[in-house]
T-cell receptor, first 109, second 112 residues
Framework: GENVEQHPSTLSVQEGDSAVIKCTYS??????FPWYKQELGKGPQLIID?????GEKKDQRIAVTLNKTAKHFSLHITETQPEDSAVYFC????????FGAGTTVTVRA | DTAVSQTPKYLVTQMGNDKSIKCEQN?????MYWYKQDSKKFLKIMFS???????INETVPNRFSPKSPDKAHLNLHINSLELGDSAVYFC???????????FGPGTRLTVT
């Protein structure tokens, strides 16, 4: 089955700085790579996703890059704000998603 | 309007009891899922239904039984609850079996 590793497990950044979270996956058949944000006491919320036929996707301050050859993908958040503080999960798969262990992001004001 | 809703939000019960968690989605999606999130926040798929048909059945004790009465509902029944069942259970749905998943608010189950 698919195995997704996510780093770092915690990330503290100064407001306005960038945050980068990296994930690797094991199954070359995976072709869908979403990122979820989970705030305290809430369910995960999809923030951006990318499919295997695309190398990069951007949505305002959030971008995701995918390297299928190396089997890794990354989330980039620019100009971080306090409301970006949350747990972020990467996932990989097709009809079934395997999730990374999560990254707790803290944005310091 | 809530897209994916779950009831109850909190469930505290004793070992050995049987309990159910209900999930409903009003998005018109064909596929629904149950996930378990443990105390370390690790999310793991348990089951998935597409048009009321079971398509994912992970290695889950058979004390857990999902039921999908229609496309909009997926319930989870748990028999003979154990301490290790304590977790947050999330329901999710997607338009197809391969697509964006929308999660519910979760049900925090505590077994004492």
């Amino acid at each position: 089955g698919e195995n997704v590793e996510q780093h770092p497990s915690t990330l503290s950044v100064q407001e306005g700085d960038s945050a980068v979270i990296k994930c690797t996956y094991s199954d070359s058949a995976s072709n869908y790579f979403p990122w979820y944000k989970q705030e305290l006491g809430k369910g995960p919320q999809l923030i951006i996703d990318i499919r295997s036929n695309v190398g990069e996707k951007k949505d305002q301050r959030i971008a995701v890059t995918l390297n299928k050859t190396a089997k890794h993908f990354s989330l980039h958040i620019t100009e971080t704000q306090p409301e970006d503080s949350a747990v972020y999960f990467c996932a990989a798969g097709d009809y079934k998603l395997s999730f990374g262990a999560g990254t707790t992001v803290t944005v310091r004001a | 309007d809530t897209a994916v809703s779950q009831t109850p939000k909190y469930l505290v019960t004793q070992m050995g009891n049987d309990k159910s968690i209900k999930c409903e989605q009003n998005l018109g999606h064909d596929t629904m899922y149950w996930y378990k999130q443990d105390s370390k926040k690790f999310l793991k798929i348990m089951f998935s239904y597409n048009n009321k048909e079971l398509i994912i059945n992970e290695t889950v004790p058979n004390r857990f039984s999902p039921k999908s009465p229609d496309k909009a509902h997926l319930n989870l029944h748990i028999n003979s609850l154990e301490l290790g069942d304590s977790a947050v259970y999330f329901c999710a749905s997607s338009q197809e079996s391969f697509g964006e998943q929308y999660f519910g608010p979760g049900t925090r189950l505590t077994v004492t």
